[in-house]
Nanobody, 123 residues
């Protein structure tokens, strides 16, 4: 089991900045990739930014150049620095960890989710 706890959400005016944190605990050695997702009211959950299994980063087009994802492998933490926020960034932000374990012949996978943190950007 992996537990994820997010923090750092809040209310900010358009153009402002927020920083989100996610701390993983439990079977953290099984984590191969981590990501931030968000879900706005009435919309599907979408990928915001991720660290892939290979260690590279990807961003949604809508946040490219404004958001920065970082990962601390020692502290088992994931961060999201959000700058130049826009009202359309308003959503609940979720931390996700992809976990893999088992022998090479049979790898088990599971995605863990945090409880989410609300980000509200006023115009």
């Amino acid at each position: 089991q992996v537990q994820l706890v997010e923090s750092g959400g809040g209310l900010v005016q358009a153009g402002g900045s927020l920083s989100l944190s996610c701390v993983a605990s439990g079977r953290t050695r099984s984590i191969t990739a981590m990501a931030w997702y968000r879900q706005a009211p009435g919309k599907q959950r979408e990928l915001v930014a991720e660290f892939t299994k290979g260690g590279s980063t990807n961003y949604a087009n809508s946040v490219q150049g404004r958001f920065t994802i970082t990962r601390d492998y020692v502290e088992n933490s994931l961060y999201l620095q959000m700058d130049n926020l826009k009202p359309e960034d308003t959503a609940v932000y979720y931390c996700q960890a992809h976990s893999e374990w088992g022998p090479v012949e049979r790898v088990y996978e599971y995605d863990y989710w945090g409880q989410g943190t609300q980000v509200t950007v006023s115009s």
